[in-house]
């Protein structure tokens, strides 16, 4: 039952991270510092990125808890956890008051 509760909290932690990835692209490309069009190449990388990131999230999710691997579960929570968070203080940094 537990390992239950943590798949379905990191499939809304694996979309809350898209959104998170998919709004914060631009604040990342601008750690790059390109001009205009170098910078809409950036964003579109990121995001096709953010793509194969959230794939593979998704993938040691359904194989943490379909194969009763608890570790690798909880793994992914970290992880994914960790991702978000490092996302919105990156986002925060760049595009806040203080940032560029």
Do not use: H, K
């Amino acid at each position: 039952m537990q390992l239950t509760y943590a798949f379905v909290a990191n499939i809304f932690l694996t979309f809350i991270d898209a959104t998170v990835g998919y709004y914060a692209a631009p604040a990342l490309a601008a750690l790059v510092g390109t001009d205009a069009e170098g910078a809409e190449a950036s964003v579109r990388g990121i995001r096709r990125l953010l793509s194969a990131v959230v794939a593979l999230y998704m993938f040691f999710n359904c194989l943490a808890y379909f194969d009763g691997i608890a570790w690798l579960l909880f793994c992914t929570t970290a992880v994914l956890a960790v991702d978000i968070t490092a996302q919105l203080v990156i986002f925060r940094r760049m595009a806040g008051p203080g940032g560029r």
